[in-house]
Nanobody, 124 residues
Framework: QVQLVESGGGLVQAGGSLRLSCAAS????????MGWFRQAPGKEREFVAT????????AYADSVKGRFTISRDDAKNTVWLQMNSLKPEDTAVYYC?????????????????WGQGTQVTVSS
């Protein structure tokens, strides 16, 4: 099992940047595909980015491609989401997720482990 704790959310103006962190417990972090998702009020949870166990393969939602970067450091049991050129429509609660698999996963239903979420608010 793995426990996930997100941090780094906050209030930022449009065009600004934030870096979200997700710290994982456990000694098998390197066996997990990691993902970031977000959920705005009244909307379903949506895929943002995912990174493979090796860290060499990533995938992004079209809405964030070129602005967001997912990365991981297995020595620190941490995955990050660097968010640049933020827009008001990026406002949401951002969640970190983990699944023990070799595949990249975009569907939130495919992840077994979730953090509590961190609020990101982008003002116009």
């Amino acid at each position: 099992q793995v426990q996930l704790v997100e941090s780094g959310g906050g209030l930022v103006q449009a065009g600004g940047s934030l870096r979200l962190s997700c710290a994982a417990s456990g000694r098998t972090f390197s066996s997990y595909t990691m993902g970031w998702f977000r959920q705005a009020p009244g909307k379903e949870r949506e895929f943002v980015a995912t990174i493979s166990r090796s860290g060499r393969v990533t995938a992004y939602a079209d809405s964030v491609k070129g602005r967001f970067t997912i990365s991981r450091d297995d020595a620190k049991n941490t995955v990050w989401l660097q968010m640049n050129s933020l827009k008001p429509e990026d406002t949401a609660v951002y969640y970190c997720a983990a699944e023990s698999t070799a595949f990249l996963l975009r569907n939130p239903a495919q992840y077994d482990y979730w953090g509590q979420g961190t609020q990101v608010t982008v003002s116009s």
